[in-house]
Nanobody, 116 residues
Framework: QVQLVESGGGLVQPGGSLRLSCTAS????????MGWYRQAPGKQRDVVAV???????NYADSVKDRFTISRDNAKNTVYLQMNSLKPEDTAVYYC??????????WGQGIQVTVSS
């Protein structure tokens, strides 16, 4: 199994920034990609950004040029730097790990609220 623990959410004003962190533990050797998803009230869970073990990144069109995903392999941690936040970015953000077998794995979710 893989355990994922998120941190860094909260309340921020429009135009502000937040950085989310997700630390993986357990059978991390299974992981071949990690990413962030989000789910707003009444909506489906959608992908925000993904980074592979090789460092390839992909972003949802709605966050390109504003969000950056990165990883620190020594800390088994993936980050999501969110800049120029908008009210429509408000959602519960979930860390995700894709695995060679047994996955996908999910964190518990963390609230991000963008409001003045």
């Amino acid at each position: 199994q893989v355990q994922l623990v998120e941190s860094g959410g909260g309340l921020v004003q429009p135009g502000g920034s937040l950085r989310l962190s997700c630390t993986a533990s357990g059978s991390i050797f299974r992981i071949n990609a990690m990413g962030w998803y989000r789910q707003a009230p009444g909506k489906q869970r959608d992908v925000v950004a993904v980074i592979t073990n090789g460092g390839t990144t992909n972003y949802a069109d709605s966050v390109k040029d504003r969000f950056t995903i990165s990883r620190d392999n020594a800390k088994n941690t993936v980050y999501l730097q969110m800049n120029s936040l908008k009210p429509e970015d408000t959602a519960v953000y979930y860390c995700n790990a894709q695995a060679t077998y047994g996955g996908p794995f999910w964190g518990q979710g963390i609230q991000v609220t963008v409001s003045s």
